[in-house]
């Protein structure tokens, strides 16, 4: 999974006034069949009706996800379920008590031939910007938008009964005729308003998101990989076509760096695009599975700015691929949808993987050393605000609860450099001939995507792989609660910390906007009773103050995303024209950019010795 953090400063400026399988069940062993009408969608629900299997016992509980693999919180998919029927074979109703949030206990069990209920999508509830107390994070979300799109997060949809996850489901889905269902599993039915999948468990058909909506999706194949990218696009902003280029040039080179790591032959990237209504998804990033990835984004992105995310976010995802998608413990194994036990080692299965997002640009030509560096070094200032003496293993294993909760996003920054970390070590160690890749690929040979490991025995059997150095450091900082000396490890590479004046934003401070928007009329004003920046002092720019246009194209809230992005490529001392209304009457301003700077760590590669160390990091 991966949040995307500016969600949390743009919404605030804006409202402030496993692997896909293709076996075929067997056709003699009893299946779970589940219907999704997204047909005869009534006041924003959908209805579903699950056949139900022999059931030997007199009571028999039905379930659906408390949390599902890659999310790492409790979103209780049981919450959004409503009018839940239990009928036996004569069309009677049977005894129904809901247990908890997302658990119904069914009485006469024997009896019992199926069950239907209506599923309310999490889009519509989103309060807290996407990634608020009781949202669910949007790329795991639901979506109900009668005859537009339907997000089907298959955990939002489909439960299971005690005791019989590892039976077969069937799950026909009804759509009109002109939606189309991007996926990675295969369609077994050849009408144009019905399709069939089939899945072995209850594990691999949640690990197979659907989006419907009007077919508009491309495909390409990377080194046996076949990639489909669909996209949904409210106004037609955006299109399949039009940020394929791009993902193919990023996904090939992620297959060049990562290597031959695993079989899968069918790659689904499915991109939804929010409104930003109250009543559409808010919480922006992904959420990987074995053969696909979820990403919501706002659609108001400039391009630019969009493919850039996607970049980030999409390879994220994809690097999934390697762990924990493929090398995992037994907790990742045996997942408990509502009664979960959490892994030490979310160091690996979020920091490598999002250190490999950002070492694969470099090492694939994607980026410059530069860029790598202030990435680097911006992870680093992340983690330095974090809790730095809580042990990563103890955060790990006991993130649904809090205080650990809290501390997650530091699986971004602290996650990634004790990725980096690790990989410098077995470099030096090795004299630049192995690094961190080799290692998983190590691990993968291992264990596998069917054989996990034991939670306490990793960082042994990795030490075993490496150099007792590498022990030292899991021990000493990983799993205990001492500070990890960054640039002691940077040094080893011949990377120096520096100070640097950075431009900071215009139109927002880290996460804090000098500018709010009126909602009503869509105009953009500057905040009123802050201290303004050099920027706006230069130009005599005032709190309050309506911003019309700038260099004379006209902003609103419909594309103040263009006007944040247009700012980003402003250079000192720019002329730049303004035009604003003030008291109610209209000005323009002219003058010059002056860009407010502060001073950052840097990282700058000073030691000439270390080059072909540093070489063999970057580019092995």
């Not at 299997?53 to 409503?82: E, M, N, Q, R």
């Not at 989103?126 to 949202?135: C, I, S, T």
């Not at 540093?614 to 580019?619: D, P, T, V």
Request: aromatic fraction near 10%; proline fraction near 5%; hydrophobic fraction near 35%.
């Amino acid at each position: 999974m991966k949040k995307i953090i500016f969600a949390f400063a743009f919404c605030s400026l804006m409202w402030t006034s496993k692997a896909s399988t293709t076996n075929p069940v067997d056709s003699k062993k009893e299946e779970i069949e589940v219907n999704i009408n997204l047909t005869d969608v009534k006041d924003d629900q959908v209805l579903v009706t699950v056949k139900a299997p022999k059931i030997k016992t007199d009571i028999i509980t039905y379930s659906l996800p408390k949390t599902v693999p890659g999310t790492y919180s409790v979103d209780d998919y049981g919450k959004y379920i409503a009018d839940f029927k239990a009928y036996d074979k004569k069309g009677n109703l049977l005894t129904v008590t809901k247990t908890d949030d997302n658990t119904w206990s069914i009485q006469k069990a024997k009896s019992l031939v199926k069950i239907t209920y209506l599923v309310n999508d999490t889009y519509d509830t989103e309060k807290g910007r996407g990634f608020g107390k009781d949202d669910v994070f949007s790329p795991a979300g639901t979506n109900i938008d009668a005859s537009k799109n339907f997000m089907l997060n298959l955990h939002g949809f489909v439960g299971y009964f005690q005791d019989k996850k590892e039976m077969p489901y069937k799950v026909t889905v009804t759509h009109p005729e002109t939606l189309w269902g991007a996926t990675s599993m295969i369609d077994k039915d050849g009408s144009k308003t019905v399709d069939i999948f089939e899945m072995p468990l209850y594990s691999e058909l949640l690990e197979n998101p659907i989006m419907y909506s009007k077919p508009d999706y491309t495909t390409f194949t990377v080194d046996g990989m076949d990639i489909q990218i669909a996209v949904y696009s409210p106004t037609g902003k955006f299109t399949a076509e039009s940020i394929t280029p791009e993902m193919k040039t990023m996904m090939t080179a992620q297959k060049t760096f990562l290597g031959k790591v695993n079989s899968t032959k069918k790659y689904t990237v499915i991109l939804y695009l929010s409104t930003m209504a109250p009543t559409d998804a808010k919480g922006f990033g992904a959420l990987e599975h074995p053969t696909a990835t979820t990403v919501v984004m706002p659609e108001m992105m400039p391009k630019d700015e969009l493919v850039k995310q996607m970049k980030d976010v999409v390879s994220h995802e994809f690097f999934h691929i390697l762990t924990p998608l493929t090398i995992h413990s037994k907790e990742i194994q045996y997942f408990d949808y509502n009664a979960p036990k959490m892994s030490q080692h979310l160091w690996m299965y979020e920091g490598v993987t999002e250190y490999f997002a950002n070492l694969f640009q470099i090492n694939q030509g994607l980026i410059d050393e530069n860029e790598f560096f202030g990435r680097i070094a911006e992870k680093i200032e992340g983690a330095n605000a974090m809790n730095d003496t809580m042990p990563f293993t103890t955060m790990s294993a006991n993130v649904l609860t809090e205080p650990y909760k809290d501390q997650y996003l530091n699986v971004y920054q602290k996650g990634a450099l004790i990725g980096m970390c690790v990989d410098i070590q077995i470099r030096e160690n090795s004299n630049g001939k192995r690094g961190i890749l080799d290692l998983m690929h190590q691990l993968s040979n291992e264990y596998g995507v069917s054989k996990p490991f034991n939670d306490a025995d990793l960082f042994a059997k990795i030490t075993s792989l490496t150099y007792p150095e590498v022990g030292e450091f899991f021990t000493k900082y990983v799993s205990g609660p001492t500070p990890i000396p960054y640039y002691d490890y940077l040094a080893k590479v011949g990377i120096t910390k520096v100070t640097k004046k950075t431009p900071e934003g215009i139109f927002l401070k880290g996460q804090i906007p000098y500018i709010s928007v009126n909602k009503e009329n869509k105009e953009i004003f500057v905040a009123p009773n802050k201290e303004l920046s050099i920027f706006y002092t230069t130009l005599d720019l005032k709190g309050g103050d309506i911003i019309l246009s700038i260099n004379d194209k006209p902003y609103s809230l419909d594309n103040i995303y263009d006007m944040i992005s247009e700012s980003q490529k402003w250079k000192e001392n720019d002329a730049i024209s303004i035009k604003i209304k003030r008291d109610g009457k209209e000005q323009i301003i002219k003058g010059i950019v002056k860009l407010p700077y502060i001073d950052t760590d840097g990282l700058e590669a000073t030691d000439a010795s270390k080059a072909t160390l540093r070489e063999a990091w970057l580019k092995g």
